[in-house]
Nanobody, 117 residues
Framework: QLQASGGGLVQAGGSLRLSCETTGRISAVNARGWYRRAPGKERELVATLTASGRTNYADSVKGRFTISRDSAKNTLYLQMNDLKPEDTAVYYC?????????????WGQGTLVTVSS
């Protein structure tokens, strides 16, 4: 239900915009976000956007990345500026939704971002 795109190869200092389109309907969304997994590392949170519009960013990307959503297109974005080699990772989009008292997590398939020095 989540289709991520927009990854690629970019030089340090460059920019990319990731997109995550949701097909179908997901009800009771609590938050949407982007996560990443760098080679040999654990998956980490990059940015989240709650249903109320509040954003949260990892310290390592604050001031460089911006999360946003176009509700008409049902698409989540991650604008990444001033990219660094340490931003190299597979980026995954996520939607967290309530189902009763439980939480369901939906994941996109991942899109690879490679930043060359």
């Amino acid at each position: 239900q989540l289709q991520a795109s927009g990854g690629g190869l970019v030089q340090a200092g460059g920019s990319l915009r990731l997109s995550c389109e949701t097909t179908g309907r997901i009800s009771a969304v609590n938050a949407r976000g982007w996560y990443r997994r760098a080679p040999g590392k654990e998956r980490e949170l990059v940015a989240t956007l709650t249903a109320s519009g509040r954003t949260n960013y990892a310290d390592s990307v604050k001031g460089r990345f911006t999360i946003s959503r176009d509700s008409a297109k049902n698409t989540l974005y991650l604008q990444m500026n001033d990219l660094k080699p340490e931003d190299t990772a597979v980026y995954y989009c996520n939607t967290e939704a309530w189902r009763g008292s439980n939480v369901d997590n939906y994941w996109g398939q991942g899109t690879l971002v490679t930043v060359s020095s």
